[in-house]
């Protein structure tokens, strides 16, 4: 294939109801694509073709339902559709067959805004659109089999209540309980091969805190290959060889990136095959045709591919196709059998993602839909990635977005710190909420600060025991940095985050006080001793991470709540009354603790939310807060870039009470 020919069939919502639905009159300017095209999530998911070719099967997402739609591939029109009568969301279906899927169902239960799975697996037909448990035991779907049209791989609870790998025959539900017997480890999770084998269980024994990774030897035994707590270095499964004889691994070295390895499954050798000098495997492609690993996808600022096997059809395939898309992000999402045709999502940070059909043997790349036409990408800003040194010369990285109507001057800028913090990272791509603020003006700045995921083990471990100082030292050295480099100027900038983000926000105001004119927090934790005592309840795992992760660290000495008195900067917090991993006291102590030192605080608490809001009615509701205060302290039409101590006077509390029976930590 020497080139890719885009030609578009338009895709109408209206294919659910059978009536054409007009669009919307497209916005003109950034600032004018309503907030509400950013909060309100993709119109479609997940589009896979069946195996035979001649259906795409879509998730259509509303807020009270996700309906799964299944279309001709030759003309779109409509063939069948699943739909349940409740308030219920299809999730996760596959193709089992030419004309079979499978998928679970989400639902909203008790006082919870989010849908939870439920254990049920169900099966429907392409076209006849009726619906029936796929069995009546409770199972999920491990993987599919592509030489077999009946049956298919699911995982399910054995008799002593140890998870296993069995064969689940489609016409008749029968599950065919596998006799080979699992690894003496608690909780594993087991992979297969391209033909179907149980061959590696990652899992724990006797209490351990850390996994291993075992393969079943040609005779059924199970043998250990790499403890984890034993080396402290992680292990995980990227795929295997189309014979089944190699299995690709990622194990985490003690210096640096993780390595891939491949795995001799005779003889349980482990040799290093590929290691990239700066960051982790992300991603992996699989081939349609054998079931082998391809390649492995790195974000090194943006993503690149380690291809394993660059001769290998698919490979050559795609190389042809990211050509016709330069600066996407092009992933394959499902093939037909033979490899001949496939669904590709192009995306990239300014664009959400649209989906083609790509015919091999023509070079005919057709577009399908996209997953948000209230979001045009020639609206949106570019995310570059960055790199700076943090002030002991470590090597930082990140993402800076500059909004397109600044033209390169000065703008006020989001400092805008990830959640977790251990582990996480940000990653090139879109983003829809630094593309809202980035409409409404605003530059935004992420930062991978120490502790960060991507960058390997060591990295890693150098956030233990710097929650509130190497961390936020990093934060504040990038935000100076931003300022060197002309993003933006003194007294218009604010720090934002959500979790991990919300906390490190606070600490930055508190340690910064001349630097920054604003904070805001959502779903946030404030007070580390009574988040220790929460987390650690009953729990050895919650213990330990604390040990760890916290040693030697004196708990009030790293909480806003004990230094909301070195705050002189205006405050926006939120937070969910159903949030258990930081939960709305957390919020209401840090209110309380600025409004006795005389800052002026909003303070907002959504009912039935957890987390991070579900609802799309409070998601709105905080990108308009979230933006009017911004827009109030740092935006073009702030008075004054003062970030003196305000007076109490101005303070404006958003407060609901908690519900009959909310309890905290």
Not at 556 to 565: E, M, Q, T
Request: aromatic share 8%; proline share 7%; net charge negative.
């Amino acid at each position: 294939m020497t080139s890719i020919q885009a030609t578009r069939a338009f895709f109408l919502t209206g294919l659910l109801l059978g009536t054409c639905v007009a669009a919307a009159e497209a916005p003109a300017r950034p600032d004018e694509v309503p907030l509400e095209a950013f909060v309100s999530g993709n119109e479609f998911n997940s589009l896979r073709i069946s195996p035979g070719g001649s259906y795409y099967a879509v998730s259509v997402p509303q807020e009270k339902e996700t309906v799964l739609l299944m279309l001709h591939a030759a003309d779109l029109k409509r063939a069948g559709h699943v739909k349940f009568d409740e308030e219920a969301h299809v999730v996760g279906h596959r193709w089992v067959n030419d004309r079979q899927l499978v998928f679970n169902v989400a639902t909203q239960s008790g006082r919870l805004a989010q849908p939870r799975v439920n254990s049920m697996l169900y099966l429907t037909e392409a076209e006849a659109g009726k619906v029936r448990p796929a069995t009546q035991q409770m199972v999920w779907l491990h993987d599919t089999l592509r030489d077999s049209e009946h049956h298919v791989l699911v995982g399910h609870l054995g008799t002593a209540g140890a998870p296993g790998v069995s064969r689940m025959d489609l016409r008749n539900g029968r599950v065919e309980i596998n006799k080979v017997g699992g690894p003496p480890i608690a909780g594993p999770d087991y992979f297969t091969d391209p033909a179907g084998n149980l061959r590696l269980a990652v899992g724990y024994r006797n209490n351990e805190m850390f996994p291993g990774l075992y393969r079943r030897s040609d005779e059924g035994e199970w043998l250990l290959v790499h403890s984890a707590n034993e080396t402290r270095r992680g292990v995980g499964v990227l795929g295997f060889s189309a014979d089944g004889g190699t299995a690709y691994v990622v194990i985490e070295e003690t210096e640096g990136p993780d390595g891939i390895y491949a795995l001799d499954l005779s003889g349980g050798e482990l040799t290093l095959v590929h290691r990239d000098p700066r960051v982790d495997p992300a991603g992996t492609l699989v081939s349609p045709i054998d079931g082998s690993l391809l390649a492995v996808r790195f974000y090194d600022g943006r993503p690149k591919l380690w291809e394993l096997q660059p001769d290998a059809a698919p490979l050559v395939q795609l190389r042809s196709i990211r050509k016709a898309f330069p600066g996407s992000l092009v992933l394959p999402t499902s093939y037909t059998r033979d490899g001949k045709q496939g669904i590709y999502l192009v995306s990239s940070d300014t664009d959400p993602g649209q989906y083609f059909h790509v015919d091999h043997a023509s070079g005919q790349a057709r577009f399908v839909v996209a997953l948000s036409r209230q979001l045009p990408p020639a609206l949106m800003s570019p995310s570059e990635p960055i790199r700076l040194s943090a002030r002991d010369g470590l090597e930082l990285d990140g993402l800076l977005t500059r909004p397109v109507s600044a033209k390169g001057k000065p703008a006020p800028l989001v400092v805008l710190p990830h959640g977790g913090p251990i582990g996480v990272h940000d990653a090139w791509g879109f983003d829809p909420e630094v593309q809202m603020l980035a409409s409404r003006g605003f530059a935004v700045l992420q930062v991978n600060f120490r502790g960060s995921g991507n960058r390997g083990k060591s990295f890693r471990e150098r956030g233990h025991g710097e929650y509130g100082h190497g961390m936020i030292n990093d934060l504040e050295d990038a935000t100076r940095w931003a300022l060197a480099q002309g993003v933006t100027e003194p007294g218009r900038i604010c720090v934002y985050g959500a979790s991990y983000g919300a906390y490190a926000a606070m600490m930055l105001l508190a340690r910064n006080p001349e630097l920054f004119a604003c904070g805001v927090g959502n779903v946030g934790v404030y007070d580390i001793r009574r988040m220790i005592a929460y987390d650690s309840l009953g729990s050895r795992s919650g213990k330990a991470f604390y040990a760890e992760v916290m040693e030697g660290v004196e708990p009030d000495s790293i909480s806003p709540v004990k230094l909301a008195g070195a705050i002189r900067a205006p405050v926006l917090l939120g937070a969910g009354d159903r949030d258990r991993v930081a939960p709305p006291e957390q919020t209401r102590w840090m209110a309380k603790a600025l409004r006795d030192a005389g800052v002026p605080v909003e303070e907002k608490i959504y009912l039935r939310e957890e987390h991070g809001n579900f609802l799309t009615e409070n998601r709105l509701d905080w990108a308009r807060r979230l933006v009017a205060f911004l827009e109030r302290h740092i935006g073009d039409t702030a008075a004054s870039a003062d970030t003196a101590k305000p007076s109490p006077d101005h303070a404006v509390h958003f407060r609901q009470p908690a519900p009959a029976g909310a309890g905290g930590p």
